[in-house]
């Protein structure tokens, strides 16, 4: 039968494993690879990409092009009605047409590569069992008969049928449009069962919201339900930001102003007695060559670029716009566990039955002693602390693991934690729980703050109806659960003194920078029902404290001080309690400030918790709605804000937070999905990281656009002060189109891939409505434009009276060329000298202008470009007048960046005050 039209929703799990050809060990490596040849990769079919020659011939769309053709066109149809051979014009004309069309082909190849890096690298991952051994791959390598396991907040990446579950429940909305999570069972469905019926199945592009599962893939890729429909998954949003609509909104208004010159450059050209073909083909040169019709895709090209760049150091970026809001960050809100902490934790003591116990052992390997002071003590010796670990370890979803021959652990750190201390007393998870097999349980909930697992306990009490509720979480939680204590391993009631015991007990480990769990448990004589949380909510007994170390990272000690000089504002978000919270912000060199606990945010009024959330640094016992309220009231003070999140319930806040950053390894799908920017490596130093090279990125942007606008202004400068004074023109048609052709080619892109300063967060935050052009950029562009302007139209007025026009206009047209190509070396910053950033750092500028002096050279001297440009071999002496002159400006605007670097800062980073 055709694995298409098998109903796999009526079939038990035992007859799909065997339809299918798998087991619950999952498939080997070679069947796999097998499978993968049969059926392909995992994946819905990728929107169809535009063809090379379709986004070439899609340049040509546009009103200036038509123009540029038109011109073209004209020249070509003048040879029949005049003698002057304007075929050589044409034929320039259409040639810079085609270079033009495929300078944009590759800048839009660019981008689009680039973008397809970022989408590979934001792709979904998938847990899988394999030969036994559980694998993290990439959801595209799925294949039928893959046994897949799923927790809270997973994405189902293929059609599966399910094995095992807990407490399933799935948010099937993008499929079904029903708005509820759907509960999930094993038990078969009839054949004829409608898709939101088939409740024994998962499929592609759900959530699992709660609980726990492991299933078998039936159908992947286009086979399944949500590709049958053509619905793709939510990836990489490719939406237009506020910067480039901004952008092109800027280009559309210069489109008018620079048409309006050149329409004056045509009066001018009248009044002057130039001939009316010659203004033409002049005015339209000078309109197509000073639009910066090609900035919106600049700014694309350098995104994308930027974007790339900060995959590299672990910030996948999956909105645009975290790109722009990056730089205005005034505040970064951190979780603490494995952000600024390592996330390596180990138990280093356990309390229980009045006694403190030591643990030694680094990492995962499961080899430690226990120690009562200072003697060594045997485990197996005592039942108390054996009770302890075993609770531990059953109420847990984490197991050891072996990679390469290291011992790892599949699963959250502090879990895995708990199973190495039970490992080293000789528990094995494995063996516990086929001797205590888990018949239901309640999964972690942040707002709860703990985890219930229910166990056959018949081989512990020799009783066949006993089951036990082990319980771990927060210690107040928990404590206020319990009514009685293990004592020497027997139940007795819990007193005040033993609360304060606890109490005491668990503060000392807290300030010891340890993270404590509480673990208790309930027996259940009878229990045929489900397990709920008021089953747990009381009557539980105590059996003791474990606490665990989470070290700091030593780069977020260094992040944080770069954030200080940054201007940025770091708060820590923890679950842990306030006096682990406290130790670790010491450790890391955290601003001063008050710590608060979710308990009391819960007591302020929004306006309260506004009005003193600026002096609050640690957050502690936090909750996921307590991180929106967070947001909300820093955003009211007009912060910025960066959240980092990781789980299901952080969702909320990651939205509402001007930049949300998930986690890319502990972080769930929804979370991910939530946010604009994703930490493939959960380092706050990488948030930092994010934030330098987003103001960089910004800086590029900002240098792209003075080295346009000033390029093409000065171009219409020169034209306009030449046509007024001298009466010629200094620049034929040709020429200004080959100005505009290498100059901004040369330096627009190379520009965008300017190496950081390096004081990027030595600068204040950059205010978010200050866009790309500020008045101290507009004052530059301005004075540039009219110095490089009015340097070519001084150089043409002394030349053409002393020689051809064709050797005047040769002189100027080198000239402004020049002035150019040094003006996209200081381009690179407004306030450092060449020598502070290198003269050869940059070397992608420094190749491509180093390509367009040997092409103006050829233009010059090659004589069929000597024709086709109307060129004149230029002199020694004429060659020395046009380096003294744009060498001159450079070194004179060098030398105003070494004495007034902050001449141009002008809302720079604020906006300008008004007053009237």
């Not at 130790?583 to 009005?611: C, F, H, W, Y």
């Not at 002035?819 to 070397?843: P, V, Y």
């Amino acid at each position: 039968m055709e694995r298409s039209s098998l109903h796999w929703h009526n079939l038990s799990p035992e007859d799909t494993l065997s339809e299918i050809d798998s087991d619950i060990d999952g498939l080997s490596d070679s069947e796999v690879l097998k499978r993968q040849e049969k059926y392909g990769f995992n994946e819905l079919l990728d929107r169809k990409k535009t063809p090379l020659i379709i986004v070439f011939f899609r340049q040509f769309l546009s009103p200036l092009i038509y123009v540029l053709l038109a011109a073209g066109a004209v020249s070509l149809a003048s040879q029949f009605f005049t003698d002057e051979k304007h075929y050589i014009d044409a034929f320039v004309v259409f040639g810079v047409i085609i270079l033009n069309a495929l300078i944009g082909t590759l800048q839009e190849s660019q981008a689009e590569r680039a973008m397809e890096a970022l989408l590979e690298l934001a792709a979904p991952k998938a847990n899988v069992k394999r030969d036994g051994n559980i694998q993290t791959i990439p959801a595209r390598e799925i294949v039928p008969g893959d046994i897949v396991l799923f927790e809270a907040g997973d994405k189902v990446p293929a059609d599966i049928r399910l094995i095992e579950s807990a407490n399933l429940r799935v948010d099937e909305s993008v499929l079904t449009g029903e708005s509820l999570p759907v509960e999930k069972q094993l038990s078969a469905v009839p054949e004829d069962a409608i898709l939101a019926e088939r409740v024994n199945m998962l499929f592609m592009s759900t959530i699992i919201t709660n609980g726990r599962a492991t299933g078998l893939a039936v159908m992947t890729g286009m086979n399944t339900e949500i590709g049958k429909i053509a619905t793709g998954l939510s990836e990489v949003e490719q939406e237009k930001t506020p910067l480039q609509k901004n952008i092109k909104k800027l280009s559309k208004y210069l489109v008018w102003v620079f048409v309006g010159v050149s329409a004056l450059l045509v009066v001018v050209g009248l009044i002057q007695g130039l001939g009316l073909f010659e203004l033409f083909l002049l005015a339209v040169a000078a309109a197509v060559a000073s639009i910066p019709e090609g900035l919106p895709a600049v700014v694309t090209v350098v995104l994308a670029i930027g974007m790339r760049s900060m995959a590299r150091r672990n910030s996948i970026i999956r909105r645009l716009v975290a790109v722009e809001t990056l730089g205005s960050a005034t505040v970064i809100c951190s979780d603490k566990t494995g952000t600024l902490t390592l996330n390596q934790m180990t138990v280093r003591k356990l309390f229980t039955d009045g006694k403190e116990i030591e643990i030694t052992g680094e990492g995962y390997a499961p080899e430690g002693q226990f120690l009562e002071g200072q003697s060594r003590i045997d485990p197996a010796n005592d039942e108390q602390l054996l009770h302890l670990l075993r609770a531990g370890a059953l109420c847990n979803d984490a197991s050891l693991t072996d990679t390469k021959g290291t011992p790892d652990i599949f699963g959250d750190p502090t879990e895995g934690a708990l199973v190495v201390a039970a490992a080293k007393a000789g528990l094995d998870k494995e063996d516990l729980e086929v001797k205590y097999p888990r018949e239901d349980e309640l999964p972690f909930a942040s707002e709860k703050q703990y985890m219930v697992t229910l166990h056959y306990m018949a081989t512990l009490h020799s009783r066949e109806d006993i089951k036990t509720a082990y319980i771990k979480g927060s210690v107040e939680k928990i404590i206020d659960y319990c009514t009685s204590i293990l004592k020497n391993n027997q139940v007795t009631e819990m007193t005040a003194a033993d609360r304060s015991q606890i109490s005491e007990a668990a503060l000392a480990m807290g300030k010891d920078a340890l993270r404590v769990i509480a673990v208790a448990y309930r027996d259940f004589p009878r229990k045929d029902d489900k397990l709920t949380d008021d089953d747990i909510q009381s009557e539980l007994t105590f059996i003791g404290l474990m606490g665990m170390a989470d070290p700091p990272r030593e780069e977020a000690k260094k992040a944080i001080e770069l954030c200080k000089q940054a201007g940025i504002e770091v708060k820590m978000i923890t679950g842990d309690n306030k006096i682990t919270a406290e130790s670790v912000a010491r450790q890391i060199n955290l601003s001063p400030g008050r710590a608060v606990t979710g308990s009391e945010i819960q007591k302020m009024t929004d306006g309260e918790l506004t009005t003193q959330i600026e002096e609050i640094s640690i957050f502690a016992r936090i909750e996921p709605l307590h991180k929106l309220r967070i947001i909300n009231a820093l955003k009211a003070n007009g912060e910025i804000v960066a959240m980092t999140g990781d789980g299901v319930n952080d969702a909320p806040a990651l939205k509402a937070a001007d930049i949300g950053v998930s986690m890319g390894i502990t972080g769930t799908d929804v979370a991910k999905e939530a946010s604009d920017m994703v930490l493939a490596d959960d380092n706050f130093a990488s948030v930092v990281s994010a934030v330098d090279e987003g103001r960089a990125i910004f800086n590029r942007l900002r240098n792209v656009l003075f080295y346009t606008l000033n390029t093409n202004l000065s171009e219409l400068v020169a034209l306009i002060l030449a046509l007024v004074f001298v009466g010629q023109s200094p620049l034929l048609a040709v020429q200004i189109l080959w100005v505009n052709l290498v100059t901004d080619t040369a330096g627009d892109i190379p520009l965008g891939m300017e190496p950081k300063i390096g004081d990027e967060l030595s600068q204040p935050p950059r205010h978010p409505s200050v866009g790309l052009i500020y008045p101290g950029l507009f004052i530059r562009i301005a004075v540039m434009a009219i110095i490089i302007g009015l340097g070519t139209f001084l150089i043409f007025q002394w030349a053409e009276p002393r020689m051809s026009i064709d050797e005047a206009r040769t002189l100027a047209f080198c000239a402004i060329v020049a002035f150019e190509w040094l003006m996209a070396f200081s381009a690179r910053s407004d306030e450092h000298t060449i020598f502070k950033l290198g003269i050869l750092r940059n070397k992608a500028l420094v190749f491509s202008i180093g390509l367009a002096v040997l092409l103006q050279i050829a233009v010059v001297y090659v004589p069929f470009l000597q024709i086709a440009f109307k060129t004149y071999p230029l002199t020694l002496r004429d060659w020395i007048i046009v380096v003294a002159a744009a060498g001159g400006l450079f070194i004179i605007e060098e030398i105003r960046k070494a004495l007034f670097p902050s001449l141009y800062r002008t809302g720079k980073y604020n906006p300008v005050k008004t007053t009237r």
